[in-house]
């Protein structure tokens, strides 16, 4: 399948998960608005989650996915199969010690990542608990992770796709069961967290076998293929999980401030939207692609293939970064405030999610940019560049958010600001370290069209103010502020793709070329199995 047909699947199967995890968000933040009670429970949430982009994501699906496709080009799928199963059994010993040591530890280690509320027992406690009862997920969605890989391998992306749904729904049914008392929410919505994990790990290994992987694990060995995989998942880990661990800082600096856990993460919750939909699912759909365009030395091919995501991704997510930057308060007030969480929650949120806006561009490009490195097996520069990016957020961060409460100000949009800046100077490494190498240089009609994506974009963030700065009317007009929000960005979105091809900076006939099947790529002599099919 194309670029662009492997992302409008992964993409509309994570536009399901996000509406859900959105309703899911909407429950969560009437059930235990943003105080003390969501501090805890994001505070559990992050722990599990950084692990899940290092241990996962970061590592084992960015090491993983191009030695798979290699072994599967040019051994066949016995061998495959067996190093699929080889790095399943390793990859569940590790996320388990994980596991086990963290629910024994966390009440020491949360003295460093919830440091701020160890004088509130009864709040640090309950972090401590939830977060106890959350680790478990780490297994089974690491598990899940790596037979996605091998689905993403053979050109399949239907189930890995739809697998995050699966966690969303747990949290709904949990919260629309206990959604009466904060705290009862909160230890509802944790076990819910465990239990998909499983659920995540079923329902993508049968995907995995439906399509022809037969991945068995066996006892943990450290063979040839596994030191392999650990020799390359290692620095995956943290270039993978750099932004993860970029949040986690600003976590633990945001404890020291009472709501402001809560408040970031509910920010989070919206740059997170065009980074899943777009970033992710144009980087695992391109790292497959990538993989075999090198293992064929088509060096122009995978320049040009870098040239299409940057400018798919971009024409997706440039609005989404105008939207938070031109009107994050209304926007967020539409869409949170109601029951426990006020208008003067929304308008704190804002001051986050506008330095996370203009930072959106840079975490989807970081999505981009790191599979052509990972497509070269090499891991250590995407290390190298998260590293040094990591180090400039908790030195900036730190600097602005205490910087900012002497001024007698809010300090967590500080934390922003950082992560945001520290993400550019990531993809700025990426950049200019891909030139040197003669691996990428946009091409003049890349950039030509990046330039229009970005005027149009522009544009609409000004109408987007304007509507801001009309709301009155807006809503006298119409009845409520949320759908006085929900259509101006419906009509923004609408305006913004009309003016998008009349600047042509998208074509049709270049949508309809994008779409086309690739010949002899994995996926692509077959539809997947009948259940299974978008």
């Excluded at 949290?171 to 009862?184: E, G, M, Y």
């Excluded at 943290?238 to 993860?244: F, H, R």
């Excluded at 259509?487 to 309809?512: H, M, N, Q």
């Amino acid at each position: 399948m194309s670029l662009a047909r492997n992302t409008a699947v992964i993409g509309g199967l994570t536009l399901v998960s996000r509406v859900l995890g959105f309703a899911r968000d909407l429950l969560l933040a009437a059930a235990i608005g943003a105080g003390p009670v969501a501090d805890a429970f994001y505070a559990a949430l992050r722990f599990p989650n950084l692990f899940r982009r290092l241990f996962a994501e970061g590592a084992f699906s960015q090491a993983f996915v191009p030695v798979y496709s290699k072994t599967l080009a040019e051994q066949g799928e016995q061998a495959a199969d067996r190093l699929a199963g080889e790095a399943l059994s390793v990859l569940v010993l590790a996320t388990s010690l994980v596991t086990a040591l963290a629910i024994v530890l966390m009440p020491w280690i949360n003295r460093l990542l919830f440091a701020g509320y160890v004088d509130d027992p009864e709040i640090f406690g309950l972090a401590t608990v939830l977060t106890q009862i959350t680790m478990p997920y780490l297994i089974g969605v690491s598990a899940a992770t790596l037979f996605s890989g091998a689905l993403n391998a053979r050109g399949r992306f239907f189930a890995a796709a739809a697998a995050p749904s699966l966690l969303n729904l747990s949290l709904l049914v949990a919260l629309l069961l206990f959604r009466d008392n904060a705290v009862q929410a909160a230890y509802a919505a944790a076990i819910a967290v465990s239990i998909a994990g499983v659920l995540q790990a079923v329902w993508v290994a049968w995907g995995a076998r439906r399509s022809g992987a037969r991945t068995r694990p066996s006892a943990p060995k450290l063979t040839p293929n596994v030191k392999r995989l650990l020799a390359l998942a290692a620095p995956a880990a943290i270039a993978g999980g750099a932004l993860q661990i970029n949040v986690m800082i600003s976590q633990i600096l945001a404890s020291f401030e009472d709501g402001a856990i809560s408040l970031l993460n509910y920010a989070d919750r919206l740059y997170q939207m065009p980074l899943g939909l777009i970033g992710v699912a144009v980087g695992v759909a391109m790292l497959p692609r990538l993989s075999r365009l090198v293992a064929a030395d088509d060096q122009a091919g995978a320049r040009g293939a870098l040239d299409e995501a940057v400018n798919l991704s971009m024409a997706f997510t440039l609005p989404a970064a105008a939207a938070m930057i031109a009107f994050p308060s209304y926007l967020l007030e539409g869409l949170f405030a109601r029951g426990a969480f006020t208008a003067e929650d929304a308008r704190n949120c804002a001051m986050a999610l506008f330095h996370y806006g203009w930072g959106v561009p840079a975490f989807v490009l970081a999505k981009i940019y790191a599979p052509a490195f990972f497509a070269r097996e090499d891991t250590k520069a995407p290390m190298r560049f998260a590293i040094i990016s990591m180090v400039i957020n908790t030195a900036l961060g730190a600097a602005l958010f205490f910087g900012l409460r002497e001024l007698g100000m809010p300090g967590f949009p500080g934390l922003a600001f950082a992560t945001s800046a520290a993400a550019w100077i990531n993809v700025l490494m990426m950049i200019a370290a891909l030139g040197k190498r003669g691996a990428y240089a946009p091409s003049a009609a890349a950039m030509s069209r990046l330039v229009r994506i970005a005027l149009v974009s522009a544009g609409l963030g000004f109408v987007l103010w304007l509507g801001q700065q009309n709301r009155a009317a807006l809503e006298a007009a119409l009845g409520a502020k949320e759908i006085a929000v929900g259509v101006l960005i419906l009509a923004g979105g609408i305006g913004y793709f009309a003016f998008l091809f009349v600047s042509r900076a998208v074509s049709l006939g270049e949508v309809r070329a994008a779409f086309k099947r690739e010949r002899g790529a994995p996926g692509g002599g077959g539809a997947l199995p009948p259940s299974l099919d978008p």
